[in-house]
């Protein structure tokens, strides 16, 4: 899709009751950069001085517009925000005057009409602002919610917004913990309350970093299951989209109401990322004279903000599912056009190789965007020089004087079609002075604007009198969507009948059904509830998967046999969708064997990577709760010995062995001698290698069984590791089995293995074998052990010595037997690898971190280090060599785009958008910028364990932890006794020793792809 150029005051389209005022030259020139989609053109509705630093607008039922102001970004918590009110004296359909509704303002984040004033978010407080007088002026400032955290303004609450099912929304995530400027930005957030009811409802501090809904009348306050950075939307059926930096668009699938149902249940994550074209995707940015850390033409999203789904209903049928969201930094705005892909979506690029919206101008920054009562999209412009943040940024640009440069700019542009669309509304629309029949017929207008305005003003009027009205909306409207809002509204105003809800489950609109059944949920206990409960049950086969999908979570909360039934029915259709087989274990709670049996059932002779996780996640969940007789018939059929594949088996003891992992003891259930029994019977060359990896996992939390079958697998296992030949098997299956037994054997935590173990580590020996003997060893390991492996260490291979120094890490005495190793060259530093040096140099032990650091470290003059290999930004790199380089030293950690590393640290495609000496201090001096959300941490356990890694995800009852190698953990917090944070970058400085400068100048190439 081709740009055409915007010179869009030079045409005034016949039917336009409005001409846009004549611009100043600069404003003209910052017009004319921009370039649009086809078929598109853009006005500048309001520019300095009539706004300054916009980050948010809001207009109200009257069409008087308001602007929120951040002038403090990035460091000025004094209080200089403002939201101001915008006036059209003229009557030419353009403001032309501003008053200061509010000031003394924080960092304010977002607006949104609330009864007769505003709630505007600015951390840690969400605001209610009213004017009582008629002067323009607010009079009334009030509390609403406090104790969100007071972070890097980045990352702060913003975006309240009034919804289809009448709750307000809020867009929230976890505080950033900064390493620079802790005096501004060092707050974590309290208990989330309403500050004038304290015996209401409230959330954790800072509600454990989630996005938030509220309703300000009945004090009902909520946690999410999601969190976004700036910005979230729903579409007309109220599907919540997120947005988060390089990861510009993620869905809240399963909703934290439900998730709640069992709590046994762990769930990493409750987002989905939809975009098809990946994190960090690829963008087109057209600017001229870009800033000196962006590149002028291919980037990849980097900022991304202010997620918008358009509803207004005046692009045309194209855009009836497209959502827009703000790239900042590279000038441009991305739009994306999302298609159903089961309970979630997938996001395509609106245009291949171009933007919606994107300009030469570098001091162009939308920030967020507001769908008006028009059918436009205002893009709202920040207009500055820099909008990086300095806790991420060079002292060099930090000092420079620019930081605040433009704070006195911003402007607001109005995108509408080539036919135009009539700016008539500013201050003229009095939808205040409606009849309640003439507000019910704008729920059934095109635009999403008329439709919330009129369902918000409905809703605070209680308005009885469109009772009538709403129940015949219901029967027939013009748009779908119509009957969703009625029908919301209907309950908000507690007039809902049982008529209104079959009816809407019957329409042919799969949005309206699925709605349907979200406010059916509420009336289960009505007196036609069981009516109501026949007419949900009924559409357990619809042809929508969002459809069945919501109708799984909803029947959660019925404890029928037809609610069981149709539960079944869904889930043995659509267990090949994870979040189907996750909201089937939610709803199930203390009755999980029967999806259990059901998957046993339906699909063990078919198994996929789904069916295991789902069997896996389920066992999990049995395991981690406390109806110990369906634990125990769980495992009666996991010991029942069927001539059906052995995989979902092996599935089932890995869930439960992760489950039990981190908990105290062996477990909530003990395993009787009799399943212990039948675990180790399967410790046998007959028996599948993942099978018998999955009994003995969880042989080794709960204890062997005591008897002869003990001795006698012993017998097996030293035969089988001293005489391979005895073995009927050959090859790499003798070489598992042999190592598995090497793994069998160190349970029995016994010296008298010692020497068998030892026997191992020898070359003639397969490597697998070796690395099980290490292991074995490494359980048992005392002063003779690590000295025995200290002496050994030069004859083992790379992966072998990886795994030895594995055993030193284990325990803090023994890391020191290491370190003092290396520091007097009893063995080379090299020994250690990258990732473990990382582990090391953040240890939670601060005695170890410090030895380590000092054994470890290197030049720690890391100018003089950066200015020796300032000379490999003059050499030509090589990206074919700089993608093995990048595969060698950094995949450890990153990922980038090509290259499937570990996902632990950032992924590097986002450093293509910086200059090469950018890239270059980032690899040098790791602690010159740490990416938010990577903060590293230590968590020791009440199993005397301790667990490190990054904080993906938490709620109020888990954490997931993605640890170094990649893999994710869910930990309990009843099970956590202490953690801790490093206060350094997870990537320790020396990168450089293993890097010449020819190969640095490759590794920059590749990742900048030049």
Known sequence: MRYVALVCFLTIFSFQQNTPPKLSPEHQKALESLRVMEGFSVEMVAAEPLIADPVAMEVDENGDMYVVEMHGYPLDVSGSGKVKLLKDTDNDGYPDQSIIFADKLTLPTGIMRWKNGFIVTDAPDVLYLEDTDNDGKADIRQKMLSGFALSNPQHNLNTPRFELDNWVYLGHEGAVTP??????????????????????????????????????????????????????????????????????????????????????????????????????????????????????????????????????????????????????????????????????????????????????????????????????????????????????????????????????????????????????????????????????????HENGWYRRTAQRLLLHRQAKEAVPALHALLKKSKFSEAKAHALWLLDGLQAIEKEDLVRALKSETAGVRENGIRVAERHLNAAFGKDL???????????????????????????????????????????????????????????????????????????????????????????????????????????????????????????????????????????????????????????????????????????????????????????????????????????????????????????????????????????????????????????????????????????LKKEAVSVFLSKPERINVLLKAIETKEVPKSVVSWPQMVRLMNYYDTDVRAYARKVLSVNEDRKAVLQKYMAALELKGSQ????AIFEKNCATCHQIEGVKGVNFGPDLSTLRSRNAQSVLTEIINPNNSIADLYDFWTIELKNGNAVAGIIAQENTNNISLREMGGGLSIIQKKDITEMQKAEQSIMPNGLENAISIQEMADLIAFIKKQ
């Not at 900022?303 to 790239?327: D, K, L, M, Q």
């Not at 074919?880 to 993608?883: D, F, V």
């Open 179 to 444: 390493f620079v400027f802790k005096k501004e930005f060092g707050d974590k957030g309290t208990d989330i309350t309403f500050p004038d009811q304290p015996s209401a409802a409230r959330l954790a501090p800072n509600a454990n970093g989630k996005a938030v809904r509220f309703k300000p009348d009945s004090y009902e306050l909520e946690e999410l299951s999601g969190r976004t950075q700036y910005g979230h939307s729903m579409d007309a059926w109220g599907h919540h989209f997120y947005t988060s930096n390089a990861n510009h668009i993620y869905h809240e699938v399963l909703a934290n109401t439900y998730l709640k149902n069992n709590t046994a249940l762990l769930v990493p994550n409750a987002t989905q990322n939809i975009s098809d074209h990946g994190e960090a995707a690829e963008i087109y940015p057209i600017t001229e004279t870009p800033n000196h850390q962006l590149l002028t033409d291919v980037g990849v999203i980097t900022s991304s903000c202010g997620i918008t789904w358009y509803g207004g209903g005046s692009f045309g049928e194209r855009f009836n599912h497209v959502t827009f969201i703000a790239e900042p930094v590279h000038n441009l705005v991305h739009a994306d056009i999302l298609r159903d892909a089961g309970a979630s979506f997938t996001a395509s690029r609106l245009n291949e190789k171009s933007e919606f919206l994107a300009s030469k101008d570098t001091w162009f920054r939308p920030v967020n965007f507001y769908v008006g009562p028009d059918g436009a999209l205002y893009v709202i412009d920040y207009y500055r020089q820099i909008v990086e943040h300095p806790e991420w940024m060079s002292d060099e640009i930090t000092q420079s004087g620019a930081l605040y440069n433009g704070t006195d700019k911003g402007r607001i542009y109005r995108i509408v079609p080539n036919k135009g669309l009539p700016m008539n509304w500013l201050g003229k629309l009095n939808l205040s002075k409606r009849s309640a029949p003439e507000l019910v017929a704008l729920l059934d």
């Open 533 to 799: 409960l026949n007419a949900l049950t009924g559409l357990q086969n619809d042809e929508s998967p969002k459809v069945r999908f919501q109708l799984l979570n909803t029947l959660g909360s019925v404890k029928t046999a037809e609610s069981e039934k149709a539960r079944l029915t869904i889930l043995k259709r659509d267990l090949n969708d994870p979040w189907a087989g996750l909201a089937g274990i939610a709803s199930f709670a203390g009755k999980e064997n029967q999806i259990f049996d059901l998957a046993v059932a339906e699909f063990t002779d078919k198994p996929t990577p789904e069916t295991s996780e789902f069997i896996a996640n389920v066992a999990s969940t049995i395991a981690g709760g406390e109806n110990k007789t369906v634990f125990s018939e769980m495992m009666q059929k996991i010991m029942t010995v069927t001539p059906d594949t052995e995989t979902w088996k092996a599935a089932a003891l890995n869930g439960i062995a992760k489950r039990w992992q981190y908990q105290k003891g062996k477990g909530t259930f003990f395993l009787s001698e009799t399943e212990k029994e039948k675990l180790l019977a399967h410790f046998s060359p007959t028996t599948t290698p993942e099978l018998c990896t999955a009994s003995l996992n969880v042989l080794e939390i709960s204890g062997l069984p005591k008897g002869k079958s003990v001795d006698e697998k012993i017998t097996l296992a030293t035969a089988a590791l001293k005489n391979p030949s005895s073995l009927a098997l050959q090859g790499s299956k003798a070489d598992t089995y042999r190592a598995r037994a090497v793994g069998f054997l160190s349970m029995l935590n016994s010296d008298e293995m010692k020497p068998l173990f030892r026997e191992m580590l020898t070359p003639k020996e397969p490597e697998a074998v070796q690395s099980a003997a290490l292991r074995a060893l490494g359980k048992m390991a005392d002063t003779q052990t690590c000295r025995f492996l200290l002496n050994e260490m030069k004859h083992f291979s790379p992966a």
């Open 880 to 883: 074919s060599k700089g993608r």
